[in-house]
């Protein structure tokens, strides 16, 4: 025993002999560093005085608490709001006053349809106001389970979910599948919700510039040489490109066709949001992948709301059976919010019944927005941003003045001047300190199929009158 430890010793004195110096010295360092840790103290006692109570009370008088918010000024826009009484249809009573409705996302005019209306109230005395509890906890009810399965069924996939909550829909899909580590491209233009979603998933996220192909796929090459190094690490990483279908920010479409090339160049997955073109764009009213003749089995995940065409509340998810279920586990908004009201389920289910029974309503709609496209052409002092099939149009500033809350005022003074001659419109409004890409201020002009030629000349006649005495 003692041959061997004295072995073990001579081995030592050997290593530290055929050490190299640099090694020896940075141990030697090492040694000493942890001997002073060992030995010093670990902090130093401060002097300090005892306070009198006087002087106590005196500094306790004098500190103040930062503010919990920050100060707002009363006349804020969001403080101060336009009220409504009645439905908010074709006709709107607003502030008192009834006007022609061009603000309201009730692009079918199903809201005050008086199919839907019975359909709902039927509803409302068999089961009840709403359900008091998520899907999963007797909040199921058979209105849910046959309005998932209509619009999967108009759809064309395999199944649907549906969400309470509209902004909770996609907001909740995408954290559901991506997570951290995982990569996202996302259009610069992405809705409010979408980023919610973002940034609830953790993932690395990376931005396009608005419906720019060739900068999506820069960005997607980048990556593919960054997957070649660490082909193991790659292997792990989910990638996803989420987009708009009609982006509710800038009223134009989404290049579909070569997104979908880009995903299979890429073995990307792709979410697409279409609460405003569901219901709009298509014969039928698919939406974007009927719109371009996509094969909708290409596109991973699709979303929507059911609080614009279809005049509901909720939203929903379909796509691929397999997928949607892992969302029945995983999607926040479903598991734990209260489940949609069946009167609402019931109104839905019969807007749908109406859309399948009347596809001609959709191409009326696009007629109608063509018609105001063209009708605020050449408006003096804004311009108009979107497609001609948009049913939400904006109109900006041609000239902004250099500070974003004149610019809102100027076309707050136009809305006001407007809603006193009976049309109602309204500025597009943003959380301007939580946008990614804050977009410009705007008015935002919303198509219906009830509104007649008459009115909407009365509008863009309206429109330019103001336009010519608040911006000259």
Not at 157 to 183: M, V
Not at 219 to 237: F, G, M, S, T, Y
Request: net charge negative; hydrophobic share 40%.
């Amino acid at each position: 025993m003692a041959s061997g430890q004295q072995w073990v010793l001579v081995e030592m004195v050997q290593a530290f002999y055929e050490a190299p110096a640099y090694h020896l010295i940075l141990e030697g360092i090492l040694i000493l560093w942890i001997i002073r840790l060992l030995f010093s103290k670990t902090y130093k006692l401060q002097e300090r005085s005892d306070l009198t109570e006087k002087e106590k009370e005196e500094l306790i008088e004098e500190w103040q608490p930062e503010p919990l918010v920050p100060s707002v000024s009363k006349d804020h826009p969001s403080l101060n709001y336009d009220v409504v009484t009645g439905p908010p249809s074709h006709k709107i009573i607003v502030n008192g006053k009834e006007c022609i409705n061009f603000a309201s996302f009730n692009f079918l005019g199903l809201l005050d349809n008086e199919r839907v209306k019975l359909k709902a109230l039927s509803s409302l005395k068999k089961y009840g106001v709403g359900t008091c509890g998520p899907r999963g906890f007797y909040g199921t009810f058979d209105v849910h389970l046959e309005l998932e399965e209509r619009l999967a069924k108009f759809m064309r996939t395999e199944e649907a979910i549906i969400y309470s909550y509209g902004f909770a829909t996609i907001a909740s899909a995408i954290p559901a599948y991506s997570k951290r580590g995982d990569i996202i491209f996302v259009d610069e233009a992405a809705c409010f919700s979408i980023q919610k979603g973002l940034q609830a998933s953790r993932s690395f996220i990376k931005y396009f510039k608005h419906n720019d192909m060739e900068d999506l796929e820069r960005l997607l090459k980048e990556q593919e040489i960054e997957d070649q190094k660490n082909p193991r690490k790659a292997r792990v990483i989910r990638r996803f490109i989420v987009v708009e279908g009609l982006y509710i920010n800038t009223a134009d479409i989404c290049p579909l066709p070569e997104l979908v090339k880009l995903k299979y160049k890429y073995k990307v997955r792709i979410f697409l949001e279409e609460s405003m073109s569901f219901g709009v764009l298509g014969e039928h009213g698919r939406g974007v992948t009927e719109h371009f003749g996509v094969n909708i089995d290409d596109i991973d995940l699709i979303s929507a709301n059911m609080e614009n065409a279809v005049a509901s509340i909720g939203g929903f998810c379909c796509g691929r059976s397999f997928v949607i279920d892992h969302q029945r586990l995983s999607g926040q908004g479903y598991c734990f919010s209260a489940s949609l009201p069946p009167m609402l389920a019931t109104a839905a289910i019969e807007a749908l019944n109406i859309m399948e029974e009347d596809p001609g309503i959709f191409r009326v709609l696009r007629d109608k927005c063509k018609h105001v496209h063209k009708a605020l052409q050449g408006t003096p002092g804004l311009k108009v941003v979107g497609e001609p099939f948009a049913p939400a149009l904006h109109l900006q500033l041609e000239n902004s003045t250099g500070s974003r809350t004149n610019d809102l005022k100027l076309l707050r003074a136009i809305v006001d001047y407007s809603l006193d001659r009976q049309i109602a419109l309204t500025l597009a409004r943003y959380l301007e300190k939580e946008e990614r890409f804050l977009p410009p201020p705007s008015i935002r002009v919303v198509v219906t199929v009830e509104q007649t030629q008459e009115e909407i000349e009365k509008a863009a006649q309206c429109i330019r009158e103001a336009a010519l005495k608040i911006l000259k």
